[in-house]
């Protein structure tokens, strides 16, 4: 039986970690059996070298590395054959052998200080991914087996469900012998060492508690027949599959692929003679808003000298992402001393730190709504369905079937097959799912719908960039670590202690500059495009001329933009950004010139959205000192920690006075609806009372974020972000007023008074169903449900312009337990010391678990509008530190 103590813990050695250096196995040997030349020559002879496929990398050995086999095998082998050796005298007795301590060769220190954060320490990057894939498992080992499972391809084997995903895993990664040749082989050592570690961290927390002995509930795992001991291999599928989910694992895009069924029952669409043109438009709109991720955003402000008063460099990160599953975070500081020293928060089962902070610099990210994939249409051959055209020449479609296992109800497991397509542009899509008036094969154009994905290799780029990240000193260091286009779909924002500051789009976008863009937009491509604002494009694919460029710095055979073309600041200023597009990242110096792709949403000249507007209100107030957070102007660190935490609605802000107008004339008209009054004049006193926040004590604003949702239902652009009318705005959108258009409600038209009115009452109607009172506190009404207690929370709906935005849909109750919005929030500076100065907050709280003493001790921190001290140096880090320190070894 195994002991383990609080200081250290050497744990059975399970697969995952059986194995040691080879060349420090031989080298025990030669000592331990010297006497045995014969079977060490032997021993020798047997161990397997393989080149190293990354001699370019610099991270990389520069020469062959020895496999790592199992010591006990080779002593084993050793021993045994030197047992009957002639060097021992007939007769004489055999001593047993004696076996020399086995160096771990896997070492990492854990400590944690409050609130479950793990501070884990190693001397090599395999050991801090297993100190971190541990630790992290301690917490929330389930939320991550549960991704695992499901980029297996395994999910309909193990429950019977969702086989077409398992289908789509295996058509991308093939595999597991695949995959590893052809992916997993072709990162940076570093990189392999680091998810080696981390996966085989998580093996030995699920071999040390056991299948049984996991935690239960919404987010456990017990006894569930999908858990296994992950290795490297499955852990980077599901890393991989991470980088996918705004392309080809995004859900209309997978269904659109996993439709295809060929040509064998050739069906072309006759549009003209079909009852659903009149509904294209609108259907394809539909699909634009399915691009969008209904559970992310964020807010992020980085400051330079310029714009703080210490003349430091000072960063705001507020990620909003899901606060259950994978998109959750999770705080952490890792260290290789001299090497790598990095602080903040991971998105679930992530072995790197993705929003965080150095000694020198910190960094943040905002979604990114450029584009990911590119659709290509392509004419197919009218003597054979199974060939397209490319450059006047006919081009064969390639099938590939994979299998799948899935379990049935009796218990057994079948085989199952898919069938893929696919042109050199990738995979072949069905559109029919979203209107049949652009489905079939052929579609009525007698055209295929095929498609590129920019973010296919991203994963062997995104670990080199984010640890490079947080190597850098200097804010021209962090921007070279951005040449590797790693990041899948976030805006960069970055600040350092010396005062720089940086932003920059610099995501994976396809080259398709907008000269190309203008040339092939043409059929079903520029209709898609169209009616969805750019969110979906389609190129036409039968010219070389339409295919993706490239640019001198594009990563090698990506066609991506290279880092020099996209748009980014770097300097000493302000920048902010809450999800619109790079345009007014500064709005003093807008950046423009740039092809939709890099920003379909709020693109140049566009309307932005309420979010993106106080954002930029705020920071504009703040340097002129004119608002009411200090009399001093410019920023430290206790303003914007304040402007994080202000909650106003600027929703209500351009439109209240207007709505409480429009109510009192409407009482005090005789020709108006008595039936009405009592319900309006309730719903309107209690507006007019609202002190227009979503602070947890504030009264009525469940009130007009009803009005709103409705306002928004009649008005609302097709993407639910932005109201766009011609009448109902007082002062219309003005691209040279960006931030201060639109506004007011125009009185003048009856329509919007009668809008207003029947909103109104609307509002007031699903509040009395939902059993909320209309006055009660938004913190009362508003709250996170954790073991019987209701936690308070603070903030509001994105989309009427609150800046700390919580996604919540009213139900029975109230807005019980938010989907998602602020959830790991830092606020970061630096002084003449050498540690930075980091306050933080996760909403949602560290662990998943029930029983966990950080379940929900950060939400209530929240609730109270306080912060965590993240402690960063050695001196902190011991001052703060909870429990005994723990060395995990194998």
Known sequence: MTSRSPINSRGPRSSALDTVDTLSAYNLITT?????????????????????????????????????????????????????????????????????????????????????????KADDWASLGYGYGYAYSQDNFCVTMREVALASGRWAEFTGEDIDRDFLSRYINGTKEEFTADFFNKLPQRDQELITGYAAGMARYLNETGVDNLPEGENGCRGEPWVFSPDRIDLMMYLRKIALQASTDQGIVRGAILAVKGPDALQMANIDSMEVRPGLKRDLAAMGREIRPSEVGSNAIALGSDATQNGGGLLLGNPHQPWNGSGRWYEAHLTIPGEYDAAGASLQGLPWIAIGFTRDVAWTHTVDYATRFTLYEVPLNPDDPMQYEYDGEWRDIVTTTVSAQQLLEDGTVETQEHTFYSTQYGLVLDLGGVNPAIGGWPTFAGTLMTMRDANLDTGLRSLRQWVEKAQATNMEEYRQALRHIGNPVFHEFAADRNGGMFYGQISAVPHVDQAKL????????????????????????????????????????????????????????????????????DVTRPLEGFPVVFGWMGHEGNQQFLRTRITHSMIAD?????????????????????????????????????????????????????????????????????????????????????????????????????????????????????????????????????????????????????????????????????????VPIHGGAGTMGVFGAISASLQEGGYKNPRAGNSYIQVVTWDESECPIADTILT???????????????????????????????????????????????
């Open 622 to 790: 703040r340097l002129a000192g004119g608002d009411e957070l200090s009399e001093t102007p410019l920023f430290d660190q206790e303003t914007l920690k304040t402007l994080m935490y202000s909650n106003r609605v600027h929703g209500a802000e351009l439109v209240l006075d207007d709505v409480l107008q429009i109510c009192d004339e409407y009482l005090n008209n005789p020709e108006a609806d008595p039936a009405n009054a009592p319900a309006l004049a309730d719903t309107c006193e209690v507006l007019s009372n609202w002190d227009r926040r979503v602070n947890v004590d504030s009264r009525g604003a469940q009130v007009f974020t009803e009005f709103w949702a409705g306002i928004r239902d009649t008005y609302g652009s097709p993407y639910q972000n932005v109201v766009v009318s011609d009448e109902f705005w007082a002062v219309d959108f003005d691209p040279a007023n960006p931030i201060g258009t639109p506004a007011g409600i125009d009185l003048t038209v009856q329509a919007n008074r009668d809008l207003v009115i029947e909103k109104l009452l609307q509002a007031n109607q699903r509040l009395t169903d939902a059993g909320v009172a209309l006055g009660a506190p938004w913190g009362e009404v508003q709250f996170l449900e954790r073991n019987n207690e209701r």
């Open 844 to 890: 949602h709280s560290q662990s998943v678990q029930p029983d966990s003493d950080y379940y929900a001790d950060q939400t209530r921190l929240y609730a109270d509008k306080r912060w965590v001290r993240f402690p960063f140096c050695e001196d902190e880090i011991q001052a703060a530190q909870i429990g005994e320190t723990l060395v995990l070894e194998e």
């Open 518 to 585: 203008d040339q092939c937009l043409t059929g079903i491509g520029a209709l898609v495009a169209g009616a969805t604002t750019n969110a979906f494009i389609g190129l036409d694919g039968s010219r070389s001329a339409c295919e993706w460029g490239e640019d001198a710095d594009s990563p090698e055979g990506s066609n991506l933009f290279g880092l020099s073309s996209h748009p980014q600041i770097l300097g000493t200023g302000t920048a902010g950004n809450s999800n619109n597009s790079y345009w007014l990242t």
């Open 32 to 120: 331990s059996l010297a006497p045995c030349g014969w079977i060490l020559r032997r021993v020798h002879g047997i161990l397997p070298v393989e080149e190293n496929d990354n001699d370019n990398d610099k991270d990389a050995p520069s020469m062959r590395t020895l496999h790592r086999i199992t010591v006990a095998a080779i002593l084993g082998l050793a021993i045994t054959a030197c047992s009957d050796s002639s060097d021992r005298s007939p007769g004489a007795p055999v001593e047993p052998p004696v076996e020399p301590p086995v160096e771990p060769t896997l070492s990492a220190q854990i400590r944690r200080t409050e609130y479950g954060i793990p501070h884990i």
